[in-house]
């Protein structure tokens, strides 16, 4: 009851039209900015309380994506607002269209665990600059982030028209049985499912935002130091992103055989360079988010032909929740590891004959949230943009499309769908009316009955922009064609 009466005001305070007022959006993003600026070192402190992740890695994936993306919507937010010239065409004589943005109303944004500031202040930068009213619901498995959200957020934001809830899996499922005008997910296809299924009940638009396995295809490249700059970026997109517990993570490595053992070598070497002998006291990983998934990632390893496979690696400390980057060859591909997201630190890499194989491969699997490949082959890099789905494609790099504003960020098929970042914030949260503004001092007489032969001929050459034509029959200079009657009457 209390959660429906809290909605009830939310939606009261939305039907009163502040929210969409530019003055109250604009307050309402710099409060954001200023939250993010001002709780710095909490953010960070929860950051690694939650995750161990390091204050660069928590900078550069969570607090500076942010702040970037509210200055582009602080910068962007009068164009956004402003409605669109449509054209029309020349035919409607006196008549102007236009869209408009709308705001969807009252939206519920559940968030997940691994990047838990930037997977709930995302999407609600969109909510907020669209004009809506939020409830955000970030996930109970980051427990310092979630509780600094919903301590703090209500003292930089106006808190009739945003709210953030805690809560498990209960908390959840009431939201979920509330009437909402929008629901923005992320986090597992199980959940999903759950999500869509509530949502269907009051036939509400969903936004999915889900993972899958993301590969990486790696050709063989010409020179060492394009081979180095992949090792590199491969390592970083996998162990250096929430120790690759990321929906955009790479989860395996596809290789020609002849190429495998010098791809693998190198990477062992920029392995260490990067996180030392010892990782877990290097303090760049973060660690796995609970023992829950600690041991799932464990059993993924547990398979005797998969244990035989690791060729770097595999050392788990359980009490600390750490587990070392770990590199696998050729692991059997009906194992749970080839299967499952693994989003954890374990790396499979499977070889094939040739690199055009790797099409195939990943055109048997569902399709991926991000494909990343790695190659100068420009008859390749058409095949794979053509011949291959999935939510991103990106050449030569890892992880860099989710920085860019200017690019919408989400799934295709099992990875999800929608899409965010940026103006895709906005317009996901926005519903784009079409205006259209009439004069009364033209109107064409052959749009009203009855209909005659004459009507119809006038009607085609006018869809058909025939404007000498329509003129000709309006004058009664021009008459139906034999071959207009046989194919209309």
Not at 129 to 156: F, H, R, W
Not at 431 to 455: C, M, Q
Request: aromatic share 10%; glycine share 6%; hydrophobic share 40%.
């Amino acid at each position: 009851m209390e959660i429906m009466q809290s909605l009830e005001n939310m939606r009261d305070y939305y039907e009163s039209g502040k929210t969409k007022e530019a003055s109250w959006r604009h307050s309402q993003l710099k409060g954001l900015h200023r939250f993010l600026v001002e709780k710095q070192p909490d953010i960070m402190n929860a950051l690694m309380q939650d995750l161990g992740k390091h204050q660069l890695e928590a900078f550069r994936d969570e607090v500076g994506t942010l702040i970037k993306t509210l200055n582009l919507a602080l910068k962007s937010l009068k164009d956004w607002m402003s409605g669109k010239k449509a054209e029309l065409p020349q035919i409607a004589l006196l008549t102007s269209a236009e869209i408009v943005p709308e705001p969807l109303g009252l939206v519920l944004i559940i968030s997940s665990w691994n990047f838990p500031f930037g997977i709930s202040l995302e999407p609600l930068i969109g909510a907020i600059a669209a004009g809506n009213t939020a409830v955000l619901k970030p996930s109970e498995l980051s427990p310092a982030c979630s509780s600094l959200l919903a301590s703090n957020l209500a003292t930089y934001l106006d808190n009739k028209a945003i709210k953030v809830i805690q809560g498990g899996p209960h908390e959840t499922q009431q939201l979920l049985q509330q009437k909402w005008d929008k629901i923005f997910f992320t986090g597992s296809a199980h959940v999903g499912r759950i999500v869509m299924s509530a949502a269907a009940n009051h036939l509400t638009p969903v936004t999915l935002e889900l993972g899958g396995k993301c590969p990486a295809v790696v050709d063989s490249l010409s020179s060492s130091w394009d081979l180095e700059v992949t090792v590199k970026r491969i390592i970083v997109g996998k162990y250096g992103t929430c120790a690759g517990q990321a929906c955009i993570a790479i989860d395996y490595v596809l290789v020609e055989r002849d190429y495998c053992s010098k791809l693998v070598e190198l990477m062992k070497l920029w392995i260490k360079k990067m996180f030392g002998e010892n990782p877990q006291h290097y303090k760049t990983i973060a660690r796995i988010v609970n023992k829950h998934h600690f041991l799932r990632l464990k059993n993924l390893l547990a398979e005797k032909q998969v244990k035989e496979s690791v060729v770097y690696g595999g050392s788990m400390d359980e009490e600390n929740l750490f587990i070392e980057p770990t590199i696998l060859v050729d692991p059997p591909l009906e194992a749970a590891i080839m299967s499952e997201e693994i989003f954890g630190p374990l790396l499979p890499i499977i070889t094939l004959e040739k690199i055009e194989d790797s099409i195939k491969f990943m055109n048997s699997r569902p399709k991926p949230l991000a494909l990343y490949v790695f190659s100068k082959n420009k008859t390749l890099q058409r095949r794979m943009v053509s011949e291959t789905s999935s939510g991103s494609l990106t050449f030569n790099d890892a992880i860099l499309q989710y920085a860019a504003d200017t690019l919408p960020f989400g799934g295709v098929g099992g990875s999800g769908f929608g899409m965010y970042h940026g103006k895709f914030s906005f317009d996901t949260f926005s519903h784009h009316k079409a205006i259209v503004r009439r004069s009364f001092l033209t109107d064409f007489w052959f749009r009203y009955p009855p209909w005659t032969l004459n009507k119809l001929q006038l009607l085609e050459v006018s869809y058909n922009y025939d404007y000498l034509g329509l003129l000709l029959v309006v004058l009664g200079l021009k008459r139906p064609s034999k071959r207009f009657i046989l194919d209309h009457f």
